[in-house]
């Protein structure tokens, strides 16, 4: 069997949300679904950022890392 090359490959992905959170939310199920069909991959959230359609602006965000899901009422435990 021929022996298996390595490659980087970088991907564009548009994804509509409410806000910053919920954004950060969709990506990293994105990639999680990717790894989940694909085991040999190694996905990664590099960069997230706004940018409104047929706007040329863009804002980057500070925070990319996986968002803990929010608990809604649940009682504190203390």
Known sequence: MKEQKR???QLDVY???EDDYLA???AHKLADEI???NPN???NVTEIGEQPF?????RKLDDISKPIP???D?????
């Open 24 to 26: 950060r939310k969709e």
């Open 70 to 72: 929010k608990i809604k």
């Open 74 to 78: 649940e009682p504190l435990p203390f």
């Open 41 to 43: 991959a190694r996905t």
């Open 15 to 17: 994804v509509w949300a």
């Open 54 to 58: 047929a706007s040329l602006g863009y």
């Open 7 to 9: 490659y980087a490959v």
């Open 35 to 37: 790894d989940e069909k």
